[in-house]
């Protein structure tokens, strides 16, 4: 019986070490690849930018690698101006909303008239 041919995929220092190894060394590898696929896994499931972390009046525009884009419209903080009263508030601005080791960053993008056809989203 021929031993089982290594897939093309893998490297061939990665493809030419494997078979040396003992068979203690080829299960602790097996789990350690396991163990990498969760991890990243895990990783990009946790950089995934979801509704609860963006405000809920907020209008989501588009995700795409650099990020989740949303529109938001926001209050200055004025006690005379009109969005402190009931009245209109100032925007929408465009955020982008990322998570940078496992921290939620948001940066401020501009305004979303100005904006149009700048983000690609
Ligand atoms: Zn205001």
Excluded: W
């Excluded at 031993?3 to 003992?22: C, M, N, R, T, V």
């Excluded at 068979?23 to 163990?35: C, F, G, H, N, V």
Aim: charged letters at 25%.
């Amino acid at each position: 019986m021929n031993p089982p041919q290594a897939p093309d995929s893998l490297p061939k220092y990665i493809a030419e070490g494997i078979p040396k190894q003992d068979d203690s060394t080829i299960e602790d590898l097996r789990k350690y690849s396991q163990a990498i696929l969760e991890h990243r896994q895990q990783t990009r499931a946790e950089a995934e930018v979801t509704a609860e972390d963006i405000p809920s009046n907020a209008e989501r525009l588009g995700t795409d690698e650099a990020g989740t884009f949303v529109a938001e419209t926001v209050t200055c903080g004025d006690q005379s101006c009109g969005c402190m009263n009931g009245g209109k508030k100032h925007g929408p601005y465009v955020y982008r909303y990322v998570y940078n080791d496992g921290t939620l960053t948001s940066e401020y993008l501009g305004k979303q008239s100005e904006l149009k056809g700048d983000i690609d989203v």
